[in-house]
C-alpha cells in the first residue's frame, strides 16, 4: 500500500522546537517534490513549506519563515521540518503532502494521516 | 495571492447539484486545484489545473474557470460527498489555499 507517514509531534512549551519527520511507504519519496500543509484546530488548510526534487529550492509561508526549516534526506527517502520558537499558534495537525517536481504549477496528490503539533504551556 | 470562497457553507439534499466559487486575488491562469476533506481525514485531491478530474474521482464533480474565477460542481450530490472542501493556487509560491466551503445536509 501507498502511503505517507508523520511523526515527531506532540506537546511543546512555547519558544520550544520539535522536528517533524515523514516516510514513504510504497513509492519513492526522492521524485516528488514535498511540502508540508498545516491545520489549526477547527480551520481551514495552511501552506507551511515546500522542498522541490533536487532540494535546490524551498517555500515558506510568512508566518514561518526564519523558524522553521525544510529538508529531505534522499538516503532514507525521508522529509523533515525543523521548527524552532514555537507559538500557541502553531498548533495544528501538520501534514506531509507530495507534489510533482516544482513549488509552483503543481498540485498535491498525496497527504499522510497528519501529526499533531500542541504548542502550550 | 488570496483566494477567497464562497459560499463558506451550504446545506443540500443528496440529488443536488451544489457550486463553490473561489475567487483569486491577481490573475493564476489555470493553476487551480481543489479538495475534499471528509471530517476527521486528510483532504484529498479532487481536481488539478481547474478542470483536469484526478484518478479515481467521479465524474460528477467537474472545475471550470481561468484567471480569477473558478467554480466546483457537484452534480448528484451523494451521501459520501458530504465534508469541506478547498481550492488552492498554485500559480507563485507560496501556494495559498481557500478559506474552505463545508457542504453540510439539508
Known amino acids: 500500500e501507498v502511503q505517507l507517514e508523520e511523526s515527531g509531534g506532540g506537546l511543546v512549551q512555547p519558544g520550544g522546537s520539535l522536528t517533524l519527520s515523514c516516510s514513504a511507504s510504497?513509492?519513492?519519496?526522492?521524485?516528488?517534490?514535498l511540502h508540508w500543509v498545516r491545520q489549526g484546530p477547527g480551520k481551514g488548510l495552511e501552506y507551511v513549506s515546500g522542498?522541490?526534487?533536487?532540494?535546490?529550492?524551498?517555500a515558506y509561508m510568512d508566518l514561518v519563515r526564519g523558524r522553521f526549516t525544510i529538508s529531505r534526506d534522499k538516503s532514507k527517502n525521508s522529509l523533515y521540518l525543523h521548527m524552532t520558537d514555537l507559538r500557541p499558534d502553531d498548533t495544528a495537525v501538520y501534514y506531509c503532502?507530495?507534489?510533482?517536481?516544482?513549488?509552483?504549477?503543481?498540485?498535491?496528490?498525496?497527504w499522510g494521516q497528519g501529526i499533531r503539533v500542541i504548542v502550550s504551556s | 495571492i488570496q483566494m477567497t470562497q464562497s459560499p463558506s457553507s451550504l446545506s443540500a439534499s443528496v440529488g443536488d447539484r451544489v457550486t463553490i466559487t473561489c475567487r483569486a486575488g491577481?490573475?493564476?491562469?489555470?493553476?487551480v486545484n481543489w479538495y475534499q476533506q471528509r471530517p476527521g481525514k486528510a483532504p484529498n485531491l479532487l481536481i488539478y489545473?481547474?478542470?483536469t478530474l484526478q484518478g479515481g474521482v467521479p465524474s460528477r464533480f467537474s472545475g471550470r474557470g481561468s484567471g480569477t474565477l473558478f467554480t466546483l460542481t457537484i452534480n448528484n450530490l451523494q451521501p459520501e460527498d458530504f465534508g469541506t472542501y478547498y481550492c488552492?493556487?498554485?500559480?507563485?509560491?507560496?501556494?495559498?489555499f481557500g478559506g474552505g466551503t463545508k457542504v453540510e445536509v439539508k
Open positions: 491577481h490573475n493564476v491562469y489555470t493553476f
Open positions: 522542498i522541490e526534487t533536487n532540494g535546490a529550492k524551498t
Open positions: 510504497g513509492f519513492n519519496l526522492n521524485n516528488n517534490a
Open positions: 488552492q493556487q498554485s500559480e507563485t509560491s507560496p501556494p495559498t
Open positions: 489545473a481547474a478542470s
Open positions: 503532502v507530495t507534489g510533482r517536481l516544482l513549488l509552483t504549477r503543481d498540485w498535491f496528490d498525496r
